[in-house]
């Protein structure tokens, strides 16, 4: 029978600092996400996104509207404009993996068109250049 040593339940100080890299990096991403998107199509997605939460109030105590879905159709587009919104929609779906899963794809579809829609187009070194030459 060998003898081994017991481990540490610790982590090494790198994986603490891969783990902070991570985060960071997800965090710069998700700010990328939302300036891709015009100011214009920005200012839109924060008012239909509200119209549509205000419909689903309105649609949990009238008949003939589908309450719970219009509301969690309105945060999602809430989410593609505000973080809060996507912190507090990630937090109400903890419960529900599937469901976050499928909102969540619905929301990188909806983002991906709108960028292509009416998104801002990222300047280049070389537009930089071509703007600053003399004709």
């Known amino acids: 029978m060998s003898h081994e040593e017991p481990s540490t339940a610790s982590a090494p100080p790198e994986a603490g600092a891969d783990e902070e890299e991570l985060l960071r990096q997800r965090i710069r ?42 509301l969690v159709a309105g945060a999602a587009v809430l989410s593609l404009v505000s973080e809060i919104a996507y912190k507090v929609m990630r937090w109400s779906f903890q419960r529900w993996p599937r469901g976050w ?8 579809k909806l983002r991906t068109r709108l960028v292509k829609i009416g998104g801002r187009r990222r300047r280049t070194a070389q537009d930089e250049v071509e703007n600053d030459e003399i004709p």
């Open 29 to 70: 991403k998700r700010l990328q996400e939302h300036q891709e998107l015009a100011l214009w199509m920005r200012a839109l997605l924060f008012l239909v996104g509200w119209l549509l939460v205000l419909v689903g109030i309105a649609g949990l105590v009238l008949p003939g509207i589908q309450g719970v879905l219009t």
């Open 101 to 108: 899963r499928k909102v969540s794809k619905w929301r990188r």
